[in-house]
């Protein structure tokens, strides 16, 4: 009879410990999942700006008229080359040129080229099946870099069509004309059939050293352009996104994805609070008990929901002044979610692909992830609460 006890005790012990290794690690439930097109490869590509703007864009016509399109991020990629390489020439060489852009591009090359689908110009004939462009990168780099050393002391009138050769060489020529579901189309008959106007958005950031409630061109490398963005409070920012998703529109999201807090890998993107751990008790003891290594180790190991900073307009200004958030990366908002204990979190559609990936393709960044590591966002004009849209002037 002992032994029958002893056996059951010993059992219910280790049911227990399994039911805490599964409790370790989080779990998400969808408050708001809006409905978008699929997650995409930008593979080995510094196109991000390009998957993101099209999902977007894809994401607002499904909003719209319930067609499921996929465009082409190559043509974007493109025509944003080409016309960045004569500025970057006529700049002596001093602008940013680079694969990098913003999401402005996307509109960009919209109003001004039309748009494409992925079957009439997929970008992928150099010979690879995913996007792998470092070295076509570093061809067109070293091309205008040429240009501009201006070893002839004056311009050919051909150095910009042999830089849209290469373009053509590695991504293919952006096609003139094209069929799409039995009908003839240019790219610009394309992009009106669809019904997208780019002049119903618009981009929107929070930062203290621009005046709050006018547009002032944003300081970041990848924006060649010059292009504008709205300036508003942190708590309006913020409140522009919630808004946004609980009434039915996706938000373009450009954010900084290399901080620590950050986990591809695990499918979270959060700000532990490294200061003040919240803890008691045997648990607070142990925590103090750790090095200061032990103690980072332990807050990143992200093996459940953490107590995290709180966010405040100072902190994204210094980061932002201090080159500790950057134009990183670009990305989807497209739903809110809470973890076990009821935080919220944004669910976002990345392009890294699914293949063996936790959550698919998407990933949940915490409140304070999205308040801290914003650089900007695009939104829908009607996206944006009244009393905020008063304050712009809109």
Not at 1 to 17: D, H, P, R, V, Y
Request: aromatic share 14%; charged share 30%; with cysteine.
């Amino acid at each position: 009879m002992l032994l029958i006890a002893a056996l059951f005790l010993n059992f219910a012990a280790i049911g227990q410990e399994e039911e805490k290794e599964e409790e370790k690690g989080f779990k998400f439930t969808d408050d708001i999942s809006i409905e978008h097109t699929s997650v995409k490869n930008q593979y080995r590509s510094g196109t991000c700006w390009s998957f993101a703007g099209l999902a977007f864009v894809e994401a607002e016509l499904y909003r719209m008229t319930g067609k499921d399109y996929d465009f082409s991020e190559m043509f974007v990629v493109h025509h944003t080359y080409s016309d960045k390489a004569k500025k970057y020439v006529r700049m002596h060489g001093n602008l940013t040129f680079s694969a990098g852009a913003e999401v402005t591009d996307v509109f960009r090359v919209w109003r001004e080229y039309g748009i494409v689908p992925e079957t009439s110009c997929s970008g992928l004939d150099y010979g690879e099946d995913k996007h792998t462009h470092g070295e076509m990168d570093e061809v067109l780099k070293s091309y205008v870099d040429a240009i501009v050393k201006n070893k002839n002391r004056k311009l050919t009138p051909v150095w910009h069509e042999g830089f849209d050769r290469v373009l053509d060489t590695y991504l293919g020529e952006a096609p003139e004309s094209f069929t799409y579901e039995g009908v003839e189309y240019t790219p610009r008959k394309f992009a009106d059939m669809t019904g997208f106007n780019p002049d119903n958005y618009l981009e929107i950031t929070s930062y203290s050293h621009q005046a709050y409630y006018e547009e002032f061109v944003m300081e970041i490398p990848d924006n060649w352009l010059w292009s504008p963005i709205w300036n508003v409070k942190m708590d309006e920012m913020m409140a522009i996104i919630d808004f946004s998703l609980e009434n039915g529109y996706t938000v373009n999201w450009g954010a900084d994805v290399s901080d620590k807090g950050f986990s591809w890998k695990n499918g979270v993107a959060l700000i532990p609070d490294e200061e003040k751990p919240d803890l008691s008790g045997t648990e607070k003891e142990k925590w103090e008990a750790l090095t200061a290594k032990e103690k980072q180790k332990a807050i990143f190991s992200f093996d459940g929901p953490v107590k995290e900073k709180e966010i405040t307009a100072e902190m994204r200004q210094e980061r932002y002044d201090n080159y500790i958030v950057t134009d990183d990366h670009g990305m989807l908002i497209v739903g809110i979610a809470k973890d076990q204990e009821g935080n919220k979190y944004y669910k976002i559609k990345n392009s890294w692909g699914t293949d063996g990936h936790i959550y698919d393709g998407y990933f949940y960044a915490s409140e304070a992830y999205v308040k801290l590591q914003t650089i900007g966002i695009a939104i829908h004009k009607d996206a944006i609460p009244k009393d905020i849209r008063k304050r712009l002037g809109m």
